[in-house]
């Protein structure tokens, strides 16, 4: 444990008298503590109030990778607001990267692991889609990003499974778990106050001085920020609602020696373009990888067979690996897939709704509500067409769980197909060569003495009549099951 965690531990305090602050944040996760931080460097009294303890969610259970973008597709984001300002939205994912860049140093985060690239994988031969989404990002959304060929994506990652790629250079990885507790350490240093075991019962936003009530305190705040993702309930339900939670698992395997090398030489983070897979090396010879889902709470440890059998999957050189660790938290997604980001009513702020892409997303809603706040910047309304939407209750929660296994179900399909197809055209490719190379010896035959029937030239074999070999067979698949589509079920 580094210094860092000491200190988080050391100061965990849970509030047990009355205060006055200019922000009290609700929840201490990435979002809740990146608006702590930002707001207590620009002078602002800052208090935040945790019901568990730091982390406790999603925010220390994450991979760590940092990318630009949303849960939103970019090319669905200029359909739903425009190029001028899906333009504007990329820009800020990117400065949320970088934010998380500046801060996750090894002076102030010991042992936080920065490593760069990652690497997005398709699951179908989508060459031509590529090439659009790879000129777009360069050329009208200044990112860098590489397309890479099937080749060059199967020399680093050795698996028939994936096709295309787009590699970002410019994004990264970061040990997660040291970030969160970093970011805290650093929000305490500028002057913000952490509570935690200090769950927030209701809150009374209206008048000037809004009532924040705990179990054991009362405080009151000019602002409030709601970054308690699809656990803060009791203070504000109906926002609650507007999160579909999901429950993303995730395993780290035990080390996997030189075997891990031969199948992997790719060191960065690896997702695919369903959102099914996301995994990457640590340690040197471990696996962690992120993919069963369920819309309800389960024991991670429940969920080790599961990535294990994936991995199998998708890597079948490596054998059955054991899981050492797994571990999970909840991702609130919104019915547009776009974050939470604004001022619901003067002074009572939101910031959630991050799915999984929550590093830069939150890191950025962080700067803009303190900025608002403190400086009059305006440009979280940018979020204002994503509007709250009910996400449906229970039922949405069951209609949920299975839209997530019929995307499963469509992706495994969709791959199988592209597998296969792929198998098919190698062999037309072959029976092609061989009819070409026998037509070839039969064209240069020198010409002889024709022999008598039944009578071989000596010293010259039989000519051989080119034979096409047998049409391709179809390969048999590996069952397209509901469960997390290839037998990979819970
Ligand atoms: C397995 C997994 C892997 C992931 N990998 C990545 C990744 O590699 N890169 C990436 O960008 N994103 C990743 N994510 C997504 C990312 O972790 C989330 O988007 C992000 O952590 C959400 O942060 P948050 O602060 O909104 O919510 P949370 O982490 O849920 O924090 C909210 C906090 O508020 C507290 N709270 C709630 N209600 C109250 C209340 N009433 N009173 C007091 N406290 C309250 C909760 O206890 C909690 O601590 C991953 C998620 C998972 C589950």
Avoid at 115 to 127: A, C, R, T
Avoid at 135 to 149: K, R
Avoid at 317 to 345: D, K, S, Y
Wanted: proline residues 6%; charged residues 25%; positive net charge.
């Amino acid at each position: 444990m580094n210094e860092g965690l000491d200190a988080a531990s050391r100061e965990r305090a849970r509030l047990s008298f009355d205060l006055d602050v200019d922000i009290c944040i609700v929840g201490a996760g990435l979002a809740g503590l990146t608006v702590a931080l930002e707001a207590a460097r620009l002078g602002a009294s800052v208090a935040v109030l945790e019901g568990r303890h730091v982390g406790r969610n999603a925010s220390g259970n994450q991979l760590g990778t940092v990318m630009p973008g949303y849960a939103l597709s970019l090319g669905e984001l200029i359909e739903r607001v425009g190029f001028e300002d899906a333009s504007e939205l990329w820009a800020l994912s990117k400065q949320g990267a970088e934010y998380v860049r500046g801060l996750a140093s090894e002076e102030s985060m010991p042992g936080i692991a920065m490593s760069e690239g990652v690497l997005e994988v398709s699951n179908v031969d989508v060459g031509d889609q590529l090439i659009s989404r790879l000129q777009m990002l360069n050329e009208d959304f200044a990112t860098e990003a590489e397309g890479w060929q099937i080749d060059r994506v199967r020399s680093e990652l050795k698996t028939g499974r994936y096709f295309h790629g787009v590699y970002y250079p410019r994004a990264f990885q970061i040990d997660g778990r040291k970030y969160i507790h970093g970011l805290a350490s650093l929000a305490r240093r500028s002057g913000a106050r952490i509570f935690e075991d200090t769950p927030v019962v209701s809150i009374d936003p209206s008048g000037i001085r809004k009532r924040i009530v705990t179990p054991s305190a009362r405080l009151r705040a000019s602002h409030i920020v709601l970054a308690g993702n699809i656990h803060l309930g009791a203070p504000l339900r109906r926002l609650s609602e507007t999160l579909l939670p999901v429950w993303r698992y995730a395993g780290i395997t035990a080390p996997l020696g030189d075997r891990l090398g031969e199948a992997l030489a790719f060191r960065g983070s690896v997702t695919d373009t369903d959102n099914i897979d996301h995994f990457r090396v640590v340690d040197g010879d471990r696996l962690m990888w992120a993919s069963p889902e369920t819309t309800w709470a389960a024991n991670p440890k429940r969920f080790a067979g599961a990535i294990s059998r994936r991995i199998a999957t998708i890597f079948p050189q490596l054998g059955r690996v054991e899981i050492a660790e797994a571990f999970g938290g909840a991702i609130g997604q919104t019915v547009h897939g776009m974050p939470q980001i604004g001022q619901l009513r003067k002074g009572l702020w939101v910031a959630s709704g991050f799915g999984r892409q929550g590093l830069n997303t939150s890191a950025m809603a962080g700067q803009l509500i303190a900025r608002s706040i403190l400086w009059g910047d305006e440009r979280w309304r940018l979020f204002s067409p994503f509007e709250l939407v009910w996400a449906g209750g229970i039922t949405g929660r069951v209609a949920g769980y299975f839209v997530g296994l019929w995307n499963r179900g469509a992706s495994a399909a969709g791959g199988a197909l592209a597998r296969h197809r792929e198998r098919v055209r190698i062999q037309d490719r072959v029976r092609e060569a061989r009819l070409a190379e026998a037509n070839r010896q039969a064209g240069q035959r020198p010409a002889v003495r024709r022999p008598q029937p039944g009578r071989p030239v000596p010293g010259r074999p039989r000519p051989v009549r080119p034979q096409a070999p047998p049409p391709p067979q179809p390969q048999p698949e590996a069952p397209v099951t509901a469960d997390h589509g290839e037998g990979e079920g819970v």
